[in-house]
């Protein structure tokens, strides 16, 4: 299988930032969120999808 230069860049920063923080997956997801907000970049927030109860469907369709 042909190696992807690219992938193994990211794959090798991956290890960089993960070995910076000593191997604790919650600091490297803390310092994400800290560059990422510190970049001044836009985040996008995911919309809360709204449940549906029993008995609501598609319109003009009954329960199923």
Same mark, same amino acid.
Do not use: F, W
């Given at each position: 299988?042909? *190696?992807?230069?690219?992938?193994?860049?990211?794959?090798?920063?991956?290890?960089?930032? *993960?070995? %910076?923080?000593? #191997? %604790?997956?919650?600091?490297?997801?803390?310092?994400?969120?800290?560059?990422?907000?510190?970049? #001044?970049?836009?985040?996008?927030?995911?919309?809360?999808?709204?449940?549906?109860?029993? #008995?609501?469907?598609?319109? #003009?369709?009954?329960?199923?």
């Amino acid at each position: 299988m042909a *190696l992807n230069p690219i992938l193994e860049e990211i794959y090798a920063a991956r290890a960089k930032i *993960l070995a %910076d923080c000593k #191997g %604790d997956v919650h600091a490297y997801v803390q310092g994400a969120r800290e560059r990422a907000l510190a970049s #001044g970049r836009p985040i996008a927030a995911p919309k809360q999808r709204a449940r549906r109860t029993r #008995g609501e469907g598609v319109k #003009g369709h009954g329960p199923i």
